[in-house]
């Protein structure tokens, strides 16, 4: 302030003239104006800061399926439950009914380790020794298509021990061989030309008697390469097979272990068939 008054004095007290008085003036007041209208410095501008704000990831709602699809079961064909095949179908003349004790048909034996022979009204087999097989075939009649019906009784007999039929029989090495066991099994065994086979396995049948004493009526009815097979009437099993057309028919019995066997073969029939 004071410097103010000074210049300011000086300028009235100056010698010179008016106009230069004027003009000093002049250029103080503009230099004031410059100075008081000079901006201040101007403080830097902080650069603002963006927040991202994260977007918020949304989860899929599961819709529940209140009534999922169901697969569509595949059907099933129904077995159709076909009638027991009868043994009476085309049954023809009853062609063989004889006593076993007193036909001559059988061929007998007696050896050391068995015999076949005749007698009470049977034709008896009767093993004494193990592992032993005996059989008698007829000589006649030569049957292709034909129901037969024998009884076998079983006095002495026990666990895998067999006996039965001989069917279709054209030579000593061909022939089928229809088999009861004391265990109460059954099957149908096959020789040709020498090799055995089993067209039927060893299977468990309740007709079959599981012991001595027991006895049965066996059934077989043939037609070509069909033949069926019973027991007491009720019906076993059947096989297809062309290999053995025809031939004779004989009785068999076999041990399996150290116990005798016996076995009697009876009423024995046999139709052709037409």
Not at 223 to 250: A, K, N
Not at 257 to 274: E, P, S, Y
Request: proline letters at 9%; charged letters at 15%; hydrophobic letters at 40%.
């Amino acid at each position: 302030m004071g410097r103010r008054r000074k210049i300011f004095g000086w300028i009235r007290t100056s010698p010179r003239n008016s106009w230069w008085r004027a003009l000093c003036l002049y250029g103080l007041l503009l230099l004031a104006f410059f100075v008081g209208c000079t901006p201040p410095t101007a403080l830097p501008v902080p650069t603002p800061t963006i927040t991202v704000t994260p977007t918020a990831t949304v989860t899929p709602t599961v819709t529940p399926v209140w009534f999922p699809p169901t697969e569509t079961p595949t059907s099933v064909p129904t077995a159709t439950i076909l009638p027991t095949p009868s043994a009476d179908l085309y049954r023809g003349p009853l062609v063989f009914d004889e006593n076993l004790a007193e036909t001559e048909a059988f061929p007998l034996l007696n050896s050391a380790r068995g015999r076949i022979a005749q007698g009470n009204d049977a034709l008896t087999i009767a093993i004494t020794e193990s592992d032993t097989y005996l059989s008698s075939v007829m000589f006649q009649p030569i049957v292709g298509n034909f129901y037969v019906e024998i009884t076998a009784s079983v006095s002495l007999c026990r666990s895998e021990d067999e006996y039965g039929l001989i069917l279709r029989q054209a030579s000593p090495a061909d022939f089928y061989r229809f088999s009861l066991s004391c265990n109460g099994q059954l099957r149908l065994d096959r020789l040709y030309r020498g090799a055995a086979s089993s067209p039927q396995p060893l299977t468990f049948s309740a007709a079959v008697p599981p012991a001595a004493p027991g006895s049965v009526r066996i059934g077989v009815w043939a037609w070509g390469d069909e033949m069926r097979f019973y027991i007491d009437g009720q019906y076993q099993f059947t096989i297809d097979d062309p290999t053995l057309p025809s031939g004779v028919l004989g009785v068999f019995a076999r041990s399996r272990d150290n116990a005798a066997l016996t076995v009697n073969f009876t009423d024995l029939r046999i139709w052709l068939l037409q």
